[in-house]
């Protein structure tokens, strides 16, 4: 254990307003990988709503030092300044208290700066990320998203290209400047310097205006941006048509950066990307690549009016941003795509990501009440479950009422920094309803299990539904929350009887109905909230929604529950076959010419290990991750054979003629092929039909699929060789090269590829993205070589962690979730990981964010 001090806890309670606001803020920066100079120069004045009496100032900083500061043009006396964590104080006696101009002298190293927050440098390129506290790295400043204020910013430097916030005023040789008319908080500042390229266009508001497109990438990059770029214009298009919401300055740019903590970020006219979410052609993409831009861009683009017109308070209050943009850009990804394959792919996400982390260690709120670094609760939670909060809401309040709610919302908070509490306060006045019991989804953390009771008798068909969340660190005793149930109750022909929305608030709840026969009830249609149904349906029954459901999600779902349950038993029990109910509605699926292939090839696909591993811990039984691994290949067999001529046939029918375009459509009919050739595959140990893919694709997307069939089957070694030397000198491609072989490598070589692969000249391990390619996609998407008993997948994750947090404490502190699970195992994997997380722990010099990750993970329950 660290034997410091332990890092402050902050505390939602201990909220205060802050005792100055800041009027505006005037910077120069003198750019010097080694020596920047910063000048700033604050306006504050006492805000109105503070306490009476005299107020110290107290401003943030991180690891600056105290050069020149004065106030008003007087330099401050030593005395009259004191530092704490993260802080420095003007003692109120040195303050005037009706206002004054703060000026400040510092000097910062971006080339020294290995964590990718504050102002540092990629590939010789100048550039800042400062949520959430990144602005303090930069120069001191009341850091906090409820100071807003305008931003006027000088750079100066010998790149070619200069860019901050706003709109361009004023450029010369070695210089640019940059004005931002609408008042922000520090974390939204943004400055990039380097030898950069546009790709430009132009788009007219709704109202006329005429704005510049422009997205900046290293020279060379300019033919991948065009997909990124058309996503941008479709996305401020449908932001005017669907929420009335229009762009609001001159220019919007974004920039790509190779090195990143995360995915992008949402600076005020500035956004700056992750180059994976931005970068793509058909030769380097894959559709799942374009699938992301596309959201990554619509995202960040949308939190201009739900982040950044509208913030928030306080970080506690980050979902209110998160949340509402998640919801935001999963709407659009259905609207441009398929409403019904989406949501299925928001589920599997929410539930791969956010079901595990509110059932072990890490489990939160969406509204957490403390942290320790705000860094580390940018997760699946606040962000996933938070947009499934948002769509109750919708469902719950009814379209008419959300359209006047959100215009209410708009109008009432632009230019505020508001909390979860001003948000529902807009649903109640817009619907006269009291919505301080669905509140609790903000507070209480925990998945409400739903469980399902029937009878039918005279007629009367009554459905009994119950709830119950179970403990969560901090939180033992739960309450009921409200839970709208959309339902359909099918007859016989296969029709709805009876379909709508229930709401269950109390802990057990009946409801009635007249009916001619005992129906079927499809629950939870459209996964109408995040809970886990307990329904006990039978394989004869589930069989029987795969087949006919009318409602695409709860189709896929009973297949995917079936299958899940399946695997559990297999897994246990060698003797275990699946039933022949379960094979021959995949069947139908397969014949149906109804849905979409995407559709078809969800239905079609199998549940992950590590979905099985969730699962079977949610019902109380140990996962064994390799017998899970092999049960899956055994049925994964079986249904191969079942199915017989059809994957064949359908991989023939479904390929796409002409050049590789991205729409979902043609991307659908891929996913389906990629569906076949893993059940070819599963029947052919010499993989043929995958070496033939490998040979004849014109795009990544097939290329990448038919490579990871290849290594998977452990015949990848050639096609390895021939990928390595096509683009060993792309960066994006060549974390696909890595990821594959991590995650595809059957279990019993995979820890020694992956370490084998650690001392690859390519493994850059500094670089987020490649050390994720590698690491994270090894610990969690190779759950079954990750698990080896011998404990030697959890001794090489822990050895990188080890390494990486002095350089990187953001990205090592987020990758310790990948063991996030680990009570869920046996006791000797669970002695195996404990040990191993007791040595992070043990660090000397360990950073804040890992110490507070590690001591959640070994907290005792
Ligand atoms: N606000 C960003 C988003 O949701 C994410 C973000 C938060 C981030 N902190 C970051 C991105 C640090 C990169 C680095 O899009
Ligand atoms: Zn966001």
């Known amino acids: 254990m660290r034997t410091d001090q332990r890092d402050p806890e902050i505390r939602l309670s201990d909220y205060r307003v802050p005792d100055y606001l800041v009027r505006q803020v005037d910077l120069t920066f003198r750019l010097a990988p080694k020596t920047t100079e910063v000048f700033s120069r604050i306006t504050f004045y006492p805000n109105p709503a503070r306490a009476k009496g005299p107020a110290d100032l107290i401003l943030n900083g991180n690891g600056l030092e105290i050069e020149a500061v004065s106030i008003n043009g007087s330099p401050l006396p030593r005395e009259a300044l004191s530092t704490g964590d993260e802080t420095l104080t003007v003692a109120a006696a040195h303050v005037p208290q009706e206002g004054f101009v703060w000026e400040a002298t510092n000097t910062i190293a971006p080339i020294d700066n290995t964590s990718l927050d504050g102002l540092y440098m990629s590939n010789g390129m ?183 017109r509208i913030t928030c308070r306080d970080w506690f209050q980050l979902c209110l941003k998160e949340g509402l943009t998640v919801y935001r850009d999963q709407q659009f990804s259905g609207d441009m795509r398929s409403h019904g394959v989406k949501r299925i792919e928001d589920v599997i ?97 925990g998945t409400p299990r739903v469980r399902v009771a029937e009878d039918y008798q005279d007629g009367t068909y009554r459905l009994t539904l119950s709830q119950e969340t179970r403990p969560t660190p901090g939180q033992p005793n739960k309450e009921p929350l409200v839970i709208p149930v959309a339902y359909g109750l099918i007859g016989h022909n296969g029709a709805d009887m009876e379909s709508g929305v229930l709401e269950l608030a109390r802990a057990e709840e009946t409801f009635e109905w007249t009916l001619p026969e005992k129906p079927r009830a499809s629950l939870m249609r459209g996964f109408s909230a995040p809970v886990i149904l307990e329904q006990g349906l039978s394989a004869a029954e589930r069989s029987f929604h795969l087949a006919h459901d009318v409602d695409p999600f709860n189709r896929w779902e009973a297949g995917h529950a079936h299958a899940l349950d399946l695997l559990g038993r297999m897994s246990q029990d060698a003797d275990v076959e699946p039933e022949a109910e379960y094979l021959e509605a995949l069947c139908v699926v397969a014949d149906d010419p109804q849905p979409d292939p995407a559709f078809r090839a969800l239905a079609l696909g199998l549940p992950t290990v590590q979905n099985v591993i969730s699962d079977m811990a949610a019902n109380e039984m140990v ?213 191993e997380l007791e040595r992070l722990a043990s660090l000397d010099g360990l950073s804040k964010d890992t110490a507070e990750m590690v001591g959640r993970l070994l907290a005792e329950d």
Not at 268 to 279: A, D, M, P
């Open 126 to 308: 100048y550039c800042t990320q400062c949520e959430a506290q990144g602005f303090r790295k930069i120069t001191w400043f009341p850091d906090r998203p409820d100071v807003m204020a305008t931003y006027k910013v000088r750079i100066e430097g010998d790149a070619p290209v200069l860019l901050s916030n706003g709109n361009l005023v004023g450029q010369g040789d070695g210089w640019a400047e940059w004005e931002d008319p609408h008042p922000k908080p520090s974390y939204l500042f943004a400055l990039v310097a380097g030898e950069l390229e546009a790709f430009e266009d132009r788009f007219t508001t709704m109202e006329g205006r005429d704005v510049l497109l422009q997205i900046w990438v290293r020279p060379g990059d300019l033919e991948r941006c065009e997909y990124a770029m058309d996503a941008l214009k479709r996305s401020m298009r449908w932001d005017e048509e669907v929420y009335g919401r229009e762009y609001d300055l001159d220019r919007f740019m974004v920039v790509a950066v190779d090195d990143f903590n995360m995915g992008a970020m949402e600076n005020k006219g500035l956004n700056i990307f992750n180059s994976k979410y931005v970068l793509a052609s058909p030769e380097t993409a894959t559709d799942t690549d374009y699938a992301n831009i596309e959201a990554i861009i619509a995202h960040e683009y949308f939190h201009n009016w739900t982040g950044n």
């Open 349 to 445: 996400r929410l539930r791969s990501q956010q079901f595990s982390e509110d059932a072990g260690p890490l489990a939160h709120p969406v509204r957490p009440e403390k942290y320790i670094e705000i860094n580390n609760f940018y997760t699946a939670t606040v962000y996933e479950k938070g947009a499934e909060i948002i769509g109750m809401l919708r469902g719950l309040v009814g379209e008419e009422t959300w359209k006047t709610a959100l215009d209410l919302y708009f109008e009432r908070h632009d230019g505020e920094a508001c909390t979860i509490e001003d948000w529902l306060k807009v649903f109640e006045d817009a619907s006269g309803r009291d919505l301080s019991h669905f509140g609790k989804w903000y507070s209480q953390a």
């Open 623 to 835: 996962p064994d991750p390799l017998a899970i691994h092999e049960a899956r290949t055994r049925l994964k067999k079986t249904i191969a054979e079942t199915l017989g001529d059809r994957p064949e046939r359908m991989y023939a029918e479904n390929a796409v003629a002409g050049p590789y375009t991205p729409d979902a459509t043609a991307a659908g009919h891929r996913a389906l092929r990629a569906r076949c050739l893993d059940f070819i595959t599963a029947l052919d140990p010499e993989a043929k039909a995958a070496a033939e893919q490998f040979d004849a694709a014109d795009n990544m997307t097939e290329r990448v699929g038919a490579l990871t069939q290849l290594v998977a089957a452990g015949r990848g070694e050639d096609a390895l060789a021939r990928f390595y030397e096509d683009w060993r000198q792309d960066r994006l491609v060549m974390d696909k090269w890595f990821a594959v072989q991590a995650t595809a490598t059957p279990p019993e070589a995979a820890v020694a590829t992956v370490e084998r692969l650690t001392g690859h000249p390519d493994f850059d391990w500094k670089n987020p993205n490649r050390l994720r390619s590698l690491i994270a996609s090894f610990a969690g998407g190779n759950a079954a070589g990750f698990h080896r008993p011998d404990g030697s997948g959890y001794r090489l994750l822990m050895d990188w962690l080890i390494r990486l947090d002095p350089v990187n404490p953001q990205t090592t502190a987020r990758l310790t979730s990948l063991v996030g699970n680990w009570k869920i195992f046996d006791g000797q994997r669970q002695a195996l990981i404990r040990t």
